[in-house]
C-alpha cells in the first residue's frame, strides 16, 4: 500500500504485546503515524515483570533466545543493551525415573545423534531401541508429522516421553504427539525428509551446528526482567510519537472507503459514520472502533490472540477468521517462590524438567536466583525458584486454589532436591490460554490465513500463533507484517516456509 511505503501513512496497531510493540517501532522508524491500542490496562501481553520479597522477577516469560537476532536488537534499540544479560549457569536437569539426572547434550530437541547421547536418562532397552534406527527403512514425514509419532517410530517411546515431551513441553504446554516437527523443529522436518535415519540426520545437524558455531549465550536475560522489554518499547513508541492506548478493546474493524475517511479526519470528529466500501475497484481505508473512539487509518496489524483476532476479522476476512477460530490454547500457572538463603541446600544448575510420563504435578522449575545473577544480586539473603505447571488439555490442576498450587508445587520440589523449608513469600500468576497450539499441518493453515488477508490491502496479522512463541519469532512475524504493508511479501513469505524455533537444540545444547 503506497501510504505506508512511503511512509506517510496512518496505521493502527491492534494489540499491545511484543509483537504489536515491535511492530509500531518498526513503523516509527518507517515515517508512519501509529497508534496502539490495547484491551487490558497494561502492555506486554505474556511478558509481566513483577516482585516477589522484595526481589524483581518474571512472572511470564523469563529469558529469550539469543541465536536469532530480533529480540536482542530490539533490546539494544530500545536502550536496554547495558542490562542484557546472559544466564549465569546453562547446566539444567531433568527429574525422571526418581532422580534428578544430568540434562544429556548432544541432541537437536531431545533427539540424539546416538543413544550413549541419552545414557543415563533412559533404560537400557531404550537405549538398545535407539540404536536399532540405522536399520529401519526410511520412514516418510509427508507434509507434516506430530514430533512424537515420528519420533517414537524411528527411536522409541521412551526418548520421546523422558526426553522430547518435557522439552516441547516446556515451550509450547504441548502434546509432543500432536505438535508438529515442521513448524516446532523445522530443522529436524528438512532433515528426516533427506535421511533414510534419523539419528545420522541429526548427526548431520550437529556438524552443521559445530562448522557454523555462533559466539555467545544461547539464551539472553535482561536485568529486571525479561518483562521489562515491551515497557522499553512502549516508551521508545511514545518518544517517537506514536500513541499507545490501554484499556480501549476494539470490537469492529471495517473497511470504508478512503473518500469517507478523509471526511472524518478533515472534520476532526473521529466518529464517522459506518460506511460500505465502495465499489469494486476503488480505494479503500480501515474503520476502527474501541469504545468511544473511532479511527480512521491507512493500514491495521492485527497483533492478537487467534480468537480475538478471528472475531475482529470475521466481518472482513470470514475465511482467514474460521482459521484462526479453529487454533488451540493451553494454559499454564507459574508459582513463583522465595526462600531465605540460610541452609537451602539447592542443587547447582539452572533447574529442571520434568517429564509426563512421571506423573508430577509440576512440568519445571527454574532456579531463578541460580540462573540469572541480577536476582541474586538484588538480595543476596533471598532465592528465587520458579515452578510451572498446566500442560494442553490439563485442567484439574488449574482450578485449584493458590494455595493448593503453592502446596503441589513445594511437595515435588521436596521430593526432586530434599528443599524442605518454609518459603518467605509466594506468588501465583495464570496464563488462561497463553499457550498457542501448533498441531500437525499448522504450517498450512498459517498460509490459509496469510492468503486471505492478503487479499484484503492495508492489512496484516502477527504474533505467537503464526511463526513461533518465542520472543524473536513474535518479533520476526511483527517486522513481516510491516513490510507486508509496504508491499514486500518476502518476509512473510520466509516466515510461513521456514517458522522460527522457539527453542535451541543444536549440538552440546
Not at 531404550?126 to 517414537?152: N, S
Not at 508430577?360 to 533471598?382: H, L, M, N, Y
Not at 490439563?394 to 508445587?409: F, H, I, K, N, W
Not at 516456509?497 to 527453542?503: F, K
Request: net charge neutral; with cysteine.
Amino acid at each position: 500500500m503506497s501510504a505506508t511505503g512511503t511512509g506517510t501513512g496512518r496505521v493502527v496497531v491492534v494489540g499491545a504485546g511484543i509483537a504489536g510493540l515491535a511492530a509500531a517501532h518498526r513503523l516509527l522508524e518507517r515515517g508512519a503515524r501509529v497508534t496502539v491500542l490495547e484491551a487490558s490496562e497494561r502492555v506486554g501481553g505474556k511478558l509481566l515483570p513483577g516482585e516477589i520479597a522484595g526481589v524483581r522477577a518474571d512472572l511470564g516469560a523469563e529469558s529469550m533466545l539469543a541465536r536469532r537476532p530480533e529480540a536482542v536488537a530490539l533490546a539494544r534499540e530500545s536502550g536496554l543493551g547495558e542490562r542484557l544479560q546472559a544466564p549465569a549457569t546453562a547446566t539444567a536437569a531433568i527429574w525422571t525415573r526418581g532422580a534428578l539426572r544430568p540434562m544429556p547434550k548432544g541432541h537437536v530437541m531431545g533427539v540424539p545423534g546416538t543413544a550413549a547421547a541419552l545414557s543415563g536418562v533412559l533404560s537400557e532397552e531404550g537405549l538398545a531401541r535407539i540404536e536399532g534406527d540405522a536399520g529401519l527403512p526410511r520412514t516418510e514425514v509427508g507434509d507434516d508429522v506430530a514430533v512424537g509419532e515420528y519420533v517414537a517410530a524411528r527411536l522409541g517411546r521412551e526418548v520421546v516421553d523422558r526426553l522430547v515431551e518435557p522439552l516441547l513441553g516446556g515451550v509450547y504446554a504441548g502434546d509432543a504427539y500432536r505438535i508438529s516437527m515442521r513448524s516446532a523443529v523445522p530443522q529436524l522436518y528438512q532433515a528426516a525428509k533427506t535421511h533414510d535415519s534419523l539419528t545420522e540426520a541429526v548427526r548431520e545437524i550437529q556438524a552443521k551446528a559445530a562448522a557454523n558455531q555462533q559466539n555467545g549465550p544461547v539464551f539472553m536475560g535482561i536485568e529486571g526482567g525479561v518483562g521489562t522489554l515491551p515497557l522499553a518499547v512502549a516508551a521508545s513508541v511514545r518518544a517517537r510519537g506514536g500513541e499507545i492506548v490501554t484499556g480501549a478493546p476494539v470490537t469492529e474493524l471495517r473497511r470504508v472507503p478512503t473518500d469517507s475517511a478523509d471526511a472524518a479526519a478533515r472534520d476532526g470528529s473521529g466518529t464517522g459514520a459506518s460506511a460500505s466500501p465502495a465499489a469494486a475497484g476503488a480505494r479503500t481505508a480501515w474503520r476502527v472502533v474501541a469504545g468511544d473512539r473511532v479511527l480512521h487509518a491507512d493500514a491495521v496489524i492485527v497483533a492478537v490472540p487467534a480468537p480475538v483476532a478471528a472475531a475482529l476479522l470475521r466481518a472482513e476476512a470470514p475465511a482467514a477468521a474460521a482459521e484462526l477460530a479453529a487454533v488451540e490454547y493451553a494454559s499454564m500457572a507459574l508459582i513463583t517462590l522465595a526462600y531465605r538463603r540460610s541452609g537451602l541446600g539447592l542443587p547447582a544448575g539452572s533447574g529442571f524438567l520434568v517429564p509426563p510420563v512421571d506423573g508430577r504435578t509440576i512440568k519445571a522449575s527454574t532456579f531463578a536466583s541460580q540462573k540469572w545473577g541480577w536476582i541474586a544480586d538484588e538480595d543476596p539473603d533471598v532465592v528465587v525458584l520458579r515452578t510451572s505447571v498446566g500442560r494442553y488439555g490439563e485442567t484439574a490442576v488449574l482450578g485449584r486454589e493458590d494455595a493448593d498450587l503453592v502446596d503441589l508445587s513445594r511437595h515435588d520440589l521436596r521430593e526432586a532436591t530434599g528443599l524442605d523449608a518454609t518459603p518467605v513469600a509466594t506468588r501465583v500468576t495464570r496464563w488462561t490460554g497463553g499457550l498457542p497450539q501448533y498441531p500437525v499441518g499448522h504450517h498450512a493453515r498459517v498460509a490459509r490465513v496469510r492468503e486471505h488477508v492478503a487479499k484484503l490491502p492495508g492489512l496484516a496479522v502477527c504474533g505467537a500463533q503464526y511463526d513461533g512463541v518465542g520472543i524473536p519469532a513474535c518479533v520476526a512475524s511483527a517486522y513481516a507484517a510491516v513490510d507486508q504493508l509496504a508491499g514486500d511479501l518476502s518476509g512473510v513469505a520466509e516466515l510461513t516456509a521456514n517458522p522460527v524455533q522457539s527453542l535451541h537444540g543444536g549440538a552440546g545444547e
